[in-house]
C-alpha cells in the first residue's frame, strides 16, 4: 500500500508564493508519473502540472510561467512552487502518483488534499 502526504498549503495574498510537497511511502518498487491536481468549488478536478521520473513536464496553460513541478526521486517527493498566485488559483490541491509494485502491478495513488486560498 503507498500513501501519499502532502504540506504546504494556506493563505497567501494576491501575487504571494507557496510551495507545496508531497512524500510517498508503503509499499512499491518504483513512482512513475506524480503530478498535482486541483478541485474548486462547484467545478470539476483538473491537472495542474505532472513529472516523471525522468523529469518530462507537461503544465496547464493556466499555470505556465507561474508555478513549477520538481521532484527528489531518492525521496520520492514531489514539489510545486507556485509564483505569481491569483484568486483564481484558490482550490484543493492533491497530489497523485502512480506507483508500481515489483511484480508489474501500478496503482493509481491520491493524496488527501491540501486547502490553497489566494485572497487579500
Known amino acids: 500500500q503507498v500513501q501519499l502526504v502532502e504540506s504546504g498549503g494556506g493563505l497567501v495574498q494576491p501575487g504571494g508564493s507557496l510551495r507545496l510537497s508531497c512524500a510517498a511511502s508503503?509499499?512499491?518498487?518504483?513512482?512513475?508519473?506524480m503530478g498535482w491536481y486541483r478541485q474548486a468549488p462547484g467545478k470539476q478536478r483538473e491537472t495542474v502540472a505532472t513529472?516523471?521520473?525522468?523529469?518530462?513536464?507537461n503544465y496547464a496553460d493556466s499555470v505556465k510561467g507561474r508555478f513549477t513541478i520538481s521532484r527528489d526521486n531518492a525521496k520520492n517527493t514531489v514539489y510545486l512552487h507556485m509564483n505569481s498566485l491569483k484568486s483564481e488559483d484558490t482550490a484543493v490541491y492533491y497530489c497523485?502518483?502512480?506507483?508500481?509494485?515489483?511484480?508489474?502491478?501500478?496503482?493509481?495513488?491520491w493524496g488527501q488534499g491540501t486547502q490553497i486560498t489566494v485572497s487579500a
Open positions: 497523485h502518483a502512480v506507483a508500481w509494485s515489483i511484480i508489474s502491478v501500478s496503482s493509481n495513488v
Open positions: 508503503g509499499m512499491f518498487f518504483r513512482i512513475n508519473v
Open positions: 513529472i516523471t521520473s525522468d523529469g518530462n513536464t
